[in-house]
C-alpha cells in the first residue's frame, strides 16, 4: 500500500488528509491522484500556474488548495486557480479575495490562519481578537465563505509544546464557532506532528514529505 492510503487508513474517515505537492513533479501529483486523493496543497501561486493544468483542463475533481503566504498582488490569479485559500492572515486579504472573487462570480472557501505558535517567522494572525473581528466581518461578504481555521505547529520536538498549540487553536475554533455555527474545517497537522494534532481535534491533515519524500 502507498503511504497515502496508509494514512488515511490510520486516521480514518473523519479527518481529511491532503497530500502537500509543493516542489514536486506533476507526474507525482497524479501517482497520488491515482490512489484516490483529489485535492493538493500548494503554496505558491506561481508553481500552482506552472505545474497544473487550467482548472477546465484538470482530471475529473481535481482541485488545487493554497495553504502558503498570498501576496496582495497574486490575489486575482489566485483565486482563478484554486478552491480553497487555507493561509488568509489578515482583514485586508479577506476583503481582497472577496473582490477578486466576486469579479469572476466564484465564493472562495477561506480558512483563517492562526499563528499559534508565536513565532515571528510564521504568518497568520497572532490577536485571536483580530482573527475573531475578521470572521465577524466575513459574514457580510458575499464572495468569500469562511470554512474554519488552520495553523502550523511550532518547529520543535518538544512534544508538549506542539500539543498545546494545537489545543489552544482549537479553543479559538470553539470560540469562533458562537460567531459562525458552520465552520466544519479546523486544519493543523504535517507529516511530523499529524498524530498529536488529530488527538487534539483536527479535521485536516497536510502531509506533504511523508507521502512524496523529502523535499530537496
Ligand atoms: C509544506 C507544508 C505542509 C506539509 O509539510 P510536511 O512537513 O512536508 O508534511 C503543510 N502545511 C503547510 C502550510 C506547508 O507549507
Request: aromatic share 6%; with cysteine.
Amino acid at each position: 500500500m502507498s503511504v497515502y492510503a496508509d494514512i488515511r487508513n490510520e486516521v480514518g474517515e473523519n479527518v481529511f488528509l491532503l497530500p502537500v505537492s509543493k516542489t514536486k513533479s506533476y507526474e507525482a501529483v497524479l501517482s497520488v491522484y491515482s490512489e484516490g486523493a483529489k485535492c493538493f496543497g500548494e503554496n505558491r501561486v506561481q508553481e500552482i500556474e506552472r505545474k497544473f493544468p487550467s482548472p477546465q483542463e484538470r482530471p475529473d475533481k481535481m482541485e488545487v488548495y493554497l495553504i502558503g503566504q498570498l501576496q496582495k498582488n497574486k490575489v486575482r490569479k489566485a483565486v482563478s486557480l484554486v478552491s480553497r485559500i487555507e493561509s488568509v492572515d489578515s482583514y485586508s486579504l479577506l476583503e481582497l479575495i472577496d473582490k477578486e472573487s466576486a469579479r469572476i462570480g466564484k465564493v472562495m472557501d477561506v480558512l483563517l490562519e492562526y499563528n499559534s505558535s508565536g513565532e515571528g517567522s510564521k504568518s497568520g494572525f497572532k490577536d485571536r481578537a483580530e482573527l475573531i473581528e475578521a470572521l465577524r466581518s466575513s459574514l457580510s461578504m458575499e464572495s468569500v465563505n469562511v470554512i474554519g481555521l488552520m495553523t502550523v505547529g511550532p518547529l520543535t520536538d518538544d512534544e508538549n509544546l506542539i500539543r498545546s498549540s494545537f489545543r489552544d487553536t482549537k479553543a479559538l475554533f470553539d470560540e469562533c464557532r458562537k460567531v459562525k455555527d458552520d465552520l466544519s474545517v479546523l486544519s493543523m497537522g504535517m507529516s511530523h506532528d499529524y498524530r498529536i494534532a488529530v488527538e487534539e481535534g483536527s479535521t485536516e491533515i497536510r502531509v506533504g514529505s511523508l507521502i512524496f519524500g523529502e523535499r530537496a
